[in-house]
């Protein structure tokens, strides 16, 4: 009887040695980051993870950066611990040591998802952990003996998954290589640049009265400038999958979720032609592999390609930005890429390479929320010192404090415009220093505008007014594209994939539906707007409930732009009807006079019967154009 009590008063007080300290908390930073790994993936190709979890989207690195991540996370809680162990001996105690090791991984497990509210998740984990060291202190010994007999091959794992994944990366760029044909002889380059969030009335050549841009002003007398140039929608992921396939997003469905391959892209029409194809992008969460648009490319350079943004999307990296990082005052997206990144990516892509021709798109961030620009250009055009970041998605802070605020939002985010022109000045010289710019062609664009309390409304992916979706787009090739051009007629980014297939000289332009834009300036005189396509902009409803002061939080939205108008039908709220050439803010909604009230019927008629032939023609607005006009 006495043995018995002696044995349960001392086995549970068991203190632990120092190297099986080590040995518990690499076994479990192991386990925990080769479960997350896993769970991340799996629950992101499912579509189980929330809105914020899946933001920040994740590839088959998590499979081994999770591992190796929770590894040096949980070893180095086991450094604390020992180090701590001199001063309070108890807390090298196997209850002690076992409960927390099983915590932070239950935490960790039941927090991947995001849809699970914390105090939940701790409960659960209180529960989980407590069940599972009274299991582990009855035989410690033969715990921890099958712990360091199990512990070779989780790290054989994570070595075999790093290698693996990394390694079938490689070889795959490598065979598609060689797997290239021949490109056609003198055949260009060509060279994407989309600068994310930027509005076309905050770029000077555009009427801006702040120098945000002298670089792109520049650019744009060297070529062919798009006065009216219209996104197909106010969000980066249609937007960028209309660039891609030349569709519109009730075509490629890319409006709530990842692109599903559906049509080719791009990237894949000029694979096929020979070329080298690469995508570098500072917009890791909507212009991604993850988000459907690795397909083509050679060379997809989204997340995982930097410390920072390694640790930033394992679950703990997550959890520290949110509880630590934020409260100390760091208010920009973990591991963002500034546009210095994307360029240096482009220029050693471009230069690490043969002679084959190049497609690449590249994604500049910087001018997307928080507005957050280094220095000097934070202050450029702010009387503070730190302008910028009260506006900030990412952390769900989508409304200002104080209306003062607003100002410096403005100040910081073209600040951001003109880094960004600036990072793209200093790519454009280096090719002209190599010779590449007359062989290549150039274009530099937006995805999508931004609001500053327009319309009462801030940021994007809330409405289709006119400054979400009217975009600067220019486009360069000496000696092909005419210089010192500019069109006046509104055009869709949508275009973009034709106009390249015209001026390379593809005989597949079919799968790209277009227009082509290239008649726009080889014509004598400006294109007729009875032969003009009018422009398409759609976004899906998002019912977000911090968001219902956004027109599309209860219901979705189409536009479409002519010469003088702009309609946009929402699908609970009826139709608007604004004459942007003269009205630029669209203040007044002309939809209910009896002018406007024909005009918009028209143009509604024809976005139901056929939103990929919008024209005058069809539309009806030949007569109420030329009565106001």
Same mark, same amino acid.
């Given at each position: 009887m006495t043995a018995v009590v002696r044995e349960t008063s001392t086995q549970p007080t068991s203190r632990l040695r120092l190297k099986d300290v080590f040995v518990l908390g690499a076994w479990w930073g192991l386990v925990t980051g080769l479960v997350e790994g896993a769970g991340l993936l799996g629950l992101q190709h499912a579509g189980w993870l929330n809105w914020k979890m899946a933001q920040m989207s994740v590839a088959r690195e998590i499979l081994w950066v999770s591992p190796v991540a929770d590894l040096l996370l949980f070893a180095g809680l086991a450094l604390s611990i020992c180090t701590l162990g001199v001063l309070i001996p108890a807390i090298r105690d196997s209850r002690v040591l076992g409960f927390i090791f099983a915590l932070m991984a239950v935490f960790d497990w039941g927090s991947l998802s995001g849809r699970l509210r914390i105090p939940a998740v701790v409960m659960l984990s209180l529960g989980l952990a407590t069940v599972w060291t009274r299991w582990f202190v009855k035989r410690p010994e033969n715990r921890l003996r099958n712990m360091r007999r199990s512990l070779p091959w989780l790290v054989a794992t994570a070595v075999v998954l790093l290698i693996g994944v990394q390694g079938s990366r490689w070889m795959a760029e490598r065979q598609a290589m060689a797997g290239l044909g021949p490109a056609n002889a003198g055949a260009p380059n060509v060279l994407v640049l989309i600068m994310d969030t930027v509005r076309a009335d905050h770029v000077g050549i555009y009427g801006y009265n702040r120098a945000t841009s002298p670089r792109l002003d520049r650019f744009a007398r060297q070529g062919v400038l798009f006065e009216n140039a219209i996104s197909t929608s106010s969000w980066?992921? @249609?937007?960028?999958?209309?660039?891609?396939?030349?569709?519109? @997003?009730?075509?490629?469905?890319?409006?709530t979720g990842p692109y599903d391959g559906r049509y080719l892209s791009l990237a894949e029409e000029f694979q096929h032609r020979g070329y080298r194809t690469g995508a570098f992008s500072a917009n890791t969460y909507f212009f991604s592999r993850a988000s459907g648009f690795g397909k083509g490319f050679v060379r997809f350079e989204d997340d995982f390609t930097s410390v920072r943004d390694m640790a930033a999307r394992t679950l703990y990296g997550r959890k520290f930005y949110d509880f630590v990082l934020q409260r100390l005052g760091y208010d920009d997206v973990p591991g963002r890429k500034r546009a210095t990144d994307i360029t240096q990516s482009v220029e050693h892509w471009i230069g690490a390479s043969g002679p084959r021709p190049f497609l690449i798109f590249a994604n500049y961030f910087d001018a997307h929320d928080p507005y957050l620009p280094p220095q000097p250009y934070r202050s450029r055009f702010s009387p503070g010192k730190t302008p910028g970041g009260a506006l900030n998605s990412f952390v769900l802070r989508l409304n200002l404090r104080r209306p003062e605020q607003l100002q410096g939002e403005i100040d910081a985010y073209d600040g951001a415009i003109a880094y960004i022109d600036d990072q793209i000045g200093s790519l454009l010289d280096w090719m002209d220093a190599r010779d590449l710019s007359k062989t290549t062609i150039v274009v530099i664009l937006s995805d999508h505008g931004?609001?500053?309390?327009?319309?009462?409304?801030?940021?994007?992916?809330?409405?289709?007014?006119?400054?979400?979706?009217?975009?600067p787009m220019v486009m360069r090739w000496p000696g092909h594209v005419p210089e010192n051009v500019r069109v006046a007629s509104p055009v869709s980014i949508a275009s973009l994939a034709a106009t390249l297939l015209e001026l390379t000289a593809s005989d597949n332009a079919a799968q790209f539906p277009g227009p082509s834009l290239v008649p726009?300036?080889?014509a004598a005189s400006p294109v007729p707007s009875s032969d003009l396509e009018f422009p398409l902009a759609e976004l899906a409803q998002f019912h977000f409930e911090l968001e219902k002061q956004n027109p599309v939080y209860s219901g979705s939205m189409r536009s479409v732009v002519t010469p003088h108008w702009q309609m946009i039908e929402h699908s609970a709220l009826g139709a608007m009807l604004f004459d942007w050439s003269t009205d630029p803010g669209e203040l007044h909604d002309l939809a209910a006079n009896p002018e406007g009230r024909a005009v918009a019927q028209g143009l509604s008629r024809c976005l139901h019967d056929n939103p990929r032939k919008l024209d005058e023609k069809q539309c009806g607005v030949e007569e109420a154009t030329e009565e106001k006009h």
């Open positions: 980066t992921l @249609p937007a960028h999958a209309s660039l891609l396939t030349g569709r519109f @997003p009730h075509e490629h469905g890319a409006q931004e609001s500053f309390g327009e319309h009462g409304l801030l940021m994007h992916r809330n409405a289709l007014y006119r400054e979400t979706i009217h975009v726009q300036w080889r």
